[in-house]
């Protein structure tokens, strides 16, 4: 297994591009999880392993969190290959549609804290 496959240097116009396009919902939820603010826990916005780009990731618990729109529904065999990837790194893959987090911040929340909790915290 390759030991330097977070952060590719080539993909991060694309990093910086997400980033500057960020949809309402990604705000949302990055205003909850950053500055360490969620329970102390350190998330990262828009960052890859391998050629995927994570919506945003916590190091430490290497846990990924994705938030699908109407889109996903066409990219299906995508997403699985990107969550089998991840998955094969030891990086759990959680995902809310956008409507989740419209509708129900608190139980998106309250999933993510329940996913640090039985996350075993990453040695790399």
């Not at 391998?50 to 889109?71: H, R, T, V």
């Not at 990107?82 to 419209?102: A, P, Q, Y």
């Amino acid at each position: 297994m390759p030991t330097n496959i977070h952060n590719k240097k080539y993909l991060q116009d694309a990093r910086k591009e997400l980033r500057k396009n960020i949809t309402p919902e990604e705000l949302a939820l990055w205003y909850q999880l950053r500055n360490n603010r969620f329970y102390g826990y350190n998330f990262k916005r828009q960052h890859s392993a391998g050629n995927f780009i994570i919506d945003f990731y916590c190091p430490l618990k290497k846990l990924a969190i994705e938030l699908d729109g109407s889109q996903h529904l066409d990219n299906i065999e995508y997403d699985k290959e990107r969550t089998d990837f991840l998955e094969s790194l030891g990086i759990k893959v959680i995902r809310f549609w956008n409507d989740e987090v419209n509708k129900n911040m608190h139980g998106v929340l309250l999933k993510i804290k329940e996913e640090l909790e039985t996350q075993t915290p990453s040695l790399s």
